[in-house]
């Protein structure tokens, strides 16, 4: 089921007509005759939890089946489940593949059974896939880095909290985003933490703690992602600065998106909607499935969500 605040995103017209193409829940069939398989790398973040659930949600709303897999984030074991639900006779296989780079042997397995393999949220670095459908994250970056050089328009201290690892494409295009933005700008200093937060809310807590000892004068800090900048608000605020400094996050997790709604210091965060992208991507494979020509690659816009427009986005009822 396409969430309230993915319906508010299309209400807006963030999707363009090209966009759309191909991947609408108008414009994908499905006659209860296809399996999907779904590979999930890993199922342990709530992201890719709610990605999950929003996929199976949209199959059973268009009358098809779909066999879910979690590797818990082991390659070689994705890889082993995509041969099983390949061996099961599915039709084609969304992959999810969370923080994975590349997995040569998942696309080679499916482009051999001669099926189609839809990426979702994570575009592999290398292989054949059919179509991926998924966020900017530059962009993402870019617009929050705006966002907080308006907020400072004096300068300020900017702390970085990144996910890791070092060669997340994700997390290093959402930073690099942010830098575009910040870096160079009169009075901003850039503050990258040392340590990784993996993308939890506990990391991000711990991550945050320890930029509150290292440096003073913090004015402001950029996550990598929703739930890591959950656990720095509450670092923040057990040291008592939450009138200080300032938190903008991406993805537009339910709980943050409340902070912001609820006025908080939590201030911003790039929607990357994993109902939406969820039930886009279940739509685009019934898209393939169906001969429908569709589009290589989708970007799905990230609109930027403010306590101005927080109420539109906030779905408590979502799948994220």
């Known amino acids: 089921?396409?969430?309230?605040?993915?319906?508010?995103?299309?209400?807006?017209?963030?999707?363009?007509a090209t966009a759309l193409a191909g991947c609408s829940s108008d414009d994908s069939g499905g006659d209860g005759s296809y399996t999907v398989?779904?590979?999930?790398?890993?199922?342990?973040?709530?992201?890719?939890?709610?990605?999950?659930?929003?996929?199976?949600?949209?199959?059973?709303?268009?009358?098809?089946?779909?066999r879910s897999t979690d590797a818990g984030g082991d390659?070689?074991?994705?890889?082993?489940?995509?041969?099983?639900?390949?061996?099961?006779?599915?039709?084609?296989?969304i992959v999810s593949g969370g923080p994975l780079e590349s997995a040569p042997a998942v696309l080679n397995a499916i482009k051999a059974?001669?099926?189609?393999?839809?990426l979702v949220d994570r575009k592999f670095q290398t292989g054949d896939y059919t179509s991926w459908i998924g966020p900017d994250n530059e962009a993402i970056g870019k617009q929050n880095g705006?966002?907080?050089?308006?907020?400072?328009?004096?300068?300020?201290?900017?702390?970085?909290?990144?996910?890791?690892?070092?060669?997340?494409?994700?997390?290093?295009?959402r930073t690099d985003g942010v830098k575009q933005a910040l870096d160079g700008a009169p009075g901003i200093e850039l503050v990258e933490a040392p340590d990784y937060g993996d993308w939890t809310t506990d990391g991000g807590l711990e991550v945050m703690e320890g930029l509150l000892a290292a440096h003073s004068g913090i004015d402001?800090?950029?996550?990598?992602?929703?739930a890591m900048c959950l656990g720095a608000q509450r670092a923040?605020?057990?040291a008592g600065r939450e009138k200080d400094i300032v938190l903008a996050g991406v993805d537009g997790q339910t709980e943050a998106v409340k902070a912001i709604l609820d006025g908080t210091n939590y201030l911003v965060t790039g929607l990357n909607d994993a109902d939406e992208i969820g039930s886009l991507g279940l739509d685009r494979t019934l898209a393939v499935l169906d001969g429908e020509e569709t589009?290589?690659?989708?970007?799905?816009?990230?609109p930027m969500v403010t306590e101005d427009n927080a109420k539109k986005y906030y779905d408590p009822d979502g799948n994220f």
């Not at 070689?76 to 099983?84: F, Q, S």
């Not at 201290?157 to 295009?173: C, E, H, T, Y």
């Not at 589009?295 to 990230?302: A, F, G, I, L, R």
């Open 37 to 66: 398989g779904v590979a999930n790398f890993t199922l342990s973040g709530p992201y890719f939890n709610g990605m999950d659930k929003a996929i199976e949600a949209q199959a059973k709303k268009k009358g098809v089946e779909v």
């Open 220 to 226: 402001a800090v950029f996550c990598e992602n929703d």
């Open 1 to 16: 089921m396409i969430s309230t605040r993915t319906a508010a995103a299309l209400a807006a017209g963030l999707l363009t």
């Open 295 to 302: 589009e290589k690659d989708t970007v799905v816009p990230s």
């Open 113 to 118: 059974a001669g099926k189609p393999a839809v």
């Open 75 to 93: 390659a070689a074991k994705l890889a082993a489940n995509v041969d099983d639900l390949l061996a099961k006779g599915v039709d084609a296989v």
């Open 146 to 173: 705006d966002f907080l050089l308006e907020r400072l328009p004096d300068g300020g201290k900017v702390a970085i909290i990144k996910g890791g690892p070092a060669d997340n494409s994700i997390g290093l295009a």
């Open 236 to 238: 923040v605020a057990d």
